[in-house]
C-alpha cells in the first residue's frame, strides 16, 4: 500500500492509474459514470494540486459548488454554459485570474481511491461516492 503524497489516498494502485480507469468509463457516456465526468475531473484535479496551474483551480471550485448546492444538473448547466464559452465563434469576457492558494491542501478526508472502492469503480453507490469526493474536495479547500 502506497500513500499519495497529494491527497492522502491509501492505495495499492496509484491515483493516476486510477483516474485513468475512471476516465475511461466516463468517456464511455453510460450512467452513472459520464454525466459526472466534469464533477470527477474536478475533484481529482484539485486533490492534486501538481495538475494545477495559475487560476485553473477557480473553475473545478465552482462547479463542485454548483454540484453539492445544485445537483448533477447544475453541474450539467455549469459545464455546458463553459464549453460554449470556450468556443472559438464565441466572444471570450474579460476576467480577473485569481493566483492559486499559496498552499493547496492535502491529505483529504474522501479520495479516489474511495470512489474506486476495489479499483473497479462499480456502479452502486457510484454517485454518493462522487458527492462525498467532491464534499471532502470542498472542505479541504475551505481549510
Same mark, same amino acid.
Given at each position: 500500500?502506497?500513500?499519495?503524497?497529494?491527497?492522502?489516498?491509501?492505495?495499492?494502485?496509484?491515483?493516476? /492509474?486510477?483516474?485513468?480507469?475512471?476516465?475511461?468509463?466516463?468517456?464511455?457516456?453510460?450512467?452513472?459514470?459520464?454525466?459526472?465526468?466534469?464533477?470527477?475531473?474536478?475533484?481529482?484535479?484539485?486533490?492534486?494540486?501538481?495538475?494545477?496551474?495559475?487560476?485553473?483551480?477557480?473553475?473545478?471550485? $465552482?462547479?463542485?459548488?454548483?454540484?453539492?448546492?445544485?445537483?448533477? /444538473?447544475?453541474?450539467?448547466?455549469?459545464? /455546458?454554459?463553459?464549453?460554449?464559452?470556450?468556443?472559438?465563434?464565441?466572444?471570450?469576457?474579460?476576467?480577473?485570474?485569481?493566483?492559486?492558494?499559496? $498552499?493547496?491542501?492535502?491529505?483529504?478526508?474522501?479520495?479516489?481511491? $474511495?470512489?474506486?472502492?476495489?479499483?473497479?469503480?462499480?456502479?452502486?453507490?457510484?454517485?454518493?461516492?462522487?458527492?462525498?469526493?467532491? /464534499?471532502?474536495?470542498?472542505?479541504?479547500?475551505?481549510?
Amino acid at each position: 500500500m502506497d500513500t499519495c503524497a497529494q491527497c492522502g489516498a491509501v492505495s495499492e494502485t496509484p491515483c493516476e /492509474e486510477l483516474f485513468q480507469q475512471l476516465l475511461a468509463l466516463d468517456h464511455s457516456r453510460q450512467e452513472p459514470w459520464g454525466p459526472l465526468h466534469g464533477v470527477a475531473v474536478a475533484c481529482y484535479r484539485l486533490q492534486h494540486p501538481a495538475s494545477l496551474t495559475e487560476g485553473s483551480h477557480v473553475f473545478p471550485l $465552482e462547479l463542485l459548488r454548483a454540484y453539492v448546492e445544485g445537483g448533477p /444538473e447544475a453541474a450539467r448547466r455549469m459545464t /455546458e454554459h463553459a464549453r460554449r464559452a470556450n468556443s472559438h465563434r464565441a466572444r471570450r469576457p474579460e476576467h480577473t485570474v485569481t493566483a492559486p492558494r499559496s $498552499e493547496a491542501p492535502t491529505g483529504f478526508a474522501f479520495t479516489i481511491a $474511495e470512489v474506486a472502492v476495489d479499483g473497479g469503480f462499480p456502479a452502486d453507490g457510484y454517485p454518493g461516492r462522487v458527492r462525498s469526493w467532491a /464534499e471532502a474536495t470542498l472542505a479541504g479547500w475551505r481549510g
